[in-house]
Each structure stands twice: as C-alpha cells, then as structure tokens.
C-alpha cells in the first residue's frame, strides 16, 4: 500500500466517523442551507495520483446527487442568487473543478453530458500558455505522472461544452504567499485575459488553496474592486443566503464510498473544516510531510 492510499483510507474513515456521529447527535446544518458547492481537480483513472476522483466514481457521484433528491446549478443561478436575490432550486449543488486540467475536457465533460450537469472550472491563466507542469505536479512529475493543462482552444472548447470557465489567478499562488501589489495583478489581470480569451464577462474567482491561511479580508476587497461578483473558498461549509459571497464554502470532493459522499452533502461532516483554519492549514501541511504525500 503506497502513502497515498493508506491517507485516503484514513481521511475516508475520519469523514465517516465525524458524518455518522454528526447525523446521530443531529448536529448537521438545517434548512438555512441554500447551495452545497463541490470542488474537483482531477478527473482520470491515473493510479496514486493525488487529488484525482476516477473516471467511474465521478459517474456514480453525479448519479448519487439525482437519486438524493439534488439539483445541480450552473453559476448563473448563484450569481443570481447572491446579487439579485433570485432563489436557487431546493438541494442545489454547484459543480466546480480547479486548476484547468485537460482531463476535464476528456473525461470529466462526457460524464457532466450524460448527467445533463453544468458545472465551472476555474484556471490559472499563465498553465494556459505554456506545457509547465503546475507547481503541485513537480514530484509527479519527476515519477513519471503527467497531468497536463488545457491551452486556449481546449479551454474555449470545454467553455463552449457546458463547463464554464473563470478565474484561479495567473500562477496558482495564493493571494496570501505574495505582495499586495502581485494580488492585484493575480485578480485583475487573470479577469482581463479570461475575458478576452472568451469574449464575455468573468465574473467569479476561486481562491488558490482557499483555507483561511490562504487569502485576507483585503484581497475580497480586490476582487469587487476588480469586478468579480462572487469567490469561492476551500472552507468545507454549505451556504446561506446570507453567506459573504466572496467566501463562499466547498466541499472538496474525493473517491469516498456512497455513504460518506452522502455525509458530505448533508452538511454532516462539516466540522471537518477545522482543518481549513490557520491552524488547522498548518497541522495538515505537517500531517503530509510526515505521510510523505506532501505535493511540494
């Protein structure tokens, strides 16, 4: 057993184990919920590929959602929903992808098709340009395991294929790793290259890594400045109609057994998001480096 599949066994158990007891303590959110968004990377059936849903799970998760009674969104409805007022079908369900993996267009998009999903994805402009691996696929990479990006054409066409494309900054760095002047640029710059690319407005951000380490209340500040409507986090949390629009939460999605995927949905695992605190950021990034799964 390699690493990464003993810590996906044990992230499985702890998701199980905090869902269950969770659901019998009635500790799950209620009905304020409006919107539970999911976040993807990587879609392939690539063994010991770190944040990758295989192809057949991600069939059987969008699957799921129907069967529990979910209504999956596109990013108008939500943009609607938290700049006009506009309800949102009940149990929606917001599908996103980070990073702008070619897998996407390969993979991902014939299952959303099947389905009758839209769904988003968020890029990192300056991978769109070039064949350089992103940061967190260096030691991938160096064993042989490409996940390479989408260009421009591939991006227009998964755009033009029902998943819409936004921003994730320029280089995949989080806002709060640079000065205030490079964020300016990530968000501003990112929006006007999207935009001219894709000949329409960009209107929502995703924050790289999006833990509370990762951005600051002024980089919100920026990003309405630079005319984004709504941003999403990597804060494991549904949302309200009175949630901050540009903290919006995530769930981020892994191969969990049916079960546990439906834990998540409920809201029954959501004090997980411990692990999206400073704090808690911090004792991961130790967690990984003494598991060996550190991407960096």
């Known amino acids: 057993m390699t690493a990464q599949q003993a810590k996906q066994i044990v992230k499985n158990a702890l998701y199980r184990t905090i869902g269950e007891t969770s659901t019998a303590l009635r500790l799950g959110l209620n009905g304020?919920?409006?919107?539970?968004?999911?976040?993807?990377?990587?879609?392939?059936?690539?063994?010991?590929?770190?944040?990758?849903?295989?192809?057949?799970?991600?069939?059987?998760?969008?699957?799921?959602?129907?069967?529990?009674?979910?209504?999956?969104?596109?990013?108008?409805?939500?943009?609607?929903?938290?700049?006009?007022?506009?309800?949102?079908?009940?149990?929606?369900?917001?599908?996103?992808?980070?990073?702008?993996?070619?897998?996407?267009?390969?993979?991902?998009?014939?299952?959303?098709?099947?389905?009758?999903?839209p769904a988003v994805i968020f890029v990192p402009v300056a991978y769109m340009e070039d064949r350089t691996p992103l940061p967190h696929e260096m030691r991938l990479v160096e064993r042989g395991v490409s996940n390479p990006t989408l260009d421009w054409g591939l991006m227009r066409e998964l755009d033009a294929g029902g998943v819409r494309v936004e921003s994730h900054g320029i280089a995949h760095r989080p806002l709060a790793d640079v000065s205030l002047d490079e964020s300016v640029r990530e968000i501003a710059v990112s929006k006007l290259k999207l935009?001219?690319?894709?000949?329409?407005?960009?209107?929502?951000?995703?924050?790289?890594?999006?833990?509370?380490?990762?951005?600051?209340?002024?980089?919100?500040?920026?990003?309405?400045?630079?005319?984004?409507?709504?941003?999403?986090?990597?804060?494991?949390?549904?949302?309200?109609?009175?949630?901050n629009p540009f903290r919006l939460g995530r769930y981020n999605v892994e191969p969990y057994p049916s079960r546990t995927f439906e834990l998540v949905l409920e809201g029954a695992c959501d004090l997980i998001a411990i692990k999206d605190t400073v704090a808690g950021t911090h004792a991961r990034r130790i967690f990984n480096q003494a598991l060996g799964t550190s991407t960096r």
């Open 32 to 117: 304020a919920t409006t919107l539970r968004v999911l976040m993807y990377h990587k879609i392939n059936d690539i063994p010991d590929n770190p944040t990758t849903v295989p192809v057949g799970r991600f069939d059987e998760q969008l699957a799921q959602l129907g069967e529990l009674g979910y209504t999956v969104v596109g990013l108008d409805a939500v943009l609607d929903h938290y700049t006009l007022g506009t309800p949102l079908p009940e149990r929606a369900v917001l599908i996103t992808f980070d990073d702008g993996y070619h897998d996407i267009l390969q993979n991902a998009l014939p299952v959303l098709t099947k389905h009758n999903c």
């Open 195 to 243: 935009e001219e690319k894709l000949g329409r407005p960009v209107r929502s951000y995703a924050y790289v890594k999006g833990s509370e380490a990762h951005f600051h209340p002024v980089h919100e500040s920026l990003l309405k400045q630079a005319g984004y409507e709504v941003a999403f986090t990597s804060i494991s949390r549904a949302n309200t109609a009175a949630t």
